[in-house]
């Protein structure tokens, strides 16, 4: 009769072996589970990040130069050129969060340039950038993007604006006759049409989009995203 133990035995090295190698194929599973993430993390933390657009000289100095007003210093250490339209509701988001900042903190430490940029799905666009400068004719522009963009709401859904205009410059005192006129003869289409083309050719495709000392930042960012360009800009 054979002795239990020795017949056991085989059985129980078998279920040892089998115990250590799930063991170590367990391991292995796991770290090649493991190591993708790792990986997947590293490639995401290596990403490139959008490079910077900043302007050459010559381009810089034309989009500084031009445009439909400028207001401040011209002689500033910072200048901001913005291209935007009255119709379109984010410019209107940058006039009410960030552009009433920038002008009280800011507004004799720098040169502020705008450019008209309308867009072909505003209807109203074309009118009221026409509008503001027909007011600058009279040497009210800025006064005019004023009222346009506080009033954007009351006007911006209308059919037709002619109305609005009118009341805009009766309320700045405009001659009504010469604002009219402006108006109804498109006398600054050329120059709003060069002011795409310009916009366009340093590339801006919507708006708002601005360029700070020749650096470009796009949409209605926060106030503290320009006073940060603004501050490293005057301490140079």
Known sequence: MKDKKTVNLPIL?????????????????????????????????????????????????IIKDSGAAAKGDSNAKVTIVEFSEY????????????????????????????????LPFHPHAQQTALAARCAGDQSKYWEMHDLLFENQAEWSEEEDIAANLNSYAQ??????????SCLSSNKFAQEIEDDISLGEKVGVSGTPSFFVNGEMIVGA?????FKTLIDAQLKK
């Open 87 to 118: 119709q379109c509701p984010f410019c209107k988001r940058y006039i009410d969060e960030a552009y009433a900042s920038i002008m009280e903190d800011y507004g004799d430490q720098i040169n502020y340039v705008f450019h008209d940029f309308p």
């Open 221 to 225: 960012l926060p106030y503290e995203n």
């Open 171 to 180: 309320q700045l005192g405009l001659n009504q006759s010469a604002f009219s």
């Open 13 to 61: 090295v078998l279920v040892v072996l089998l115990i250590v190698v799930a063991f170590f194929v367990g391991r292995y599973t796991q770290k090649d589970q493991i190591q993708p993430s790792q990986n997947n993390q590293a490639d995401s933390q290596e990403l490139p990040q959008e490079e910077t657009v900043i302007l050459s000289d010559d381009d810089w100095q």
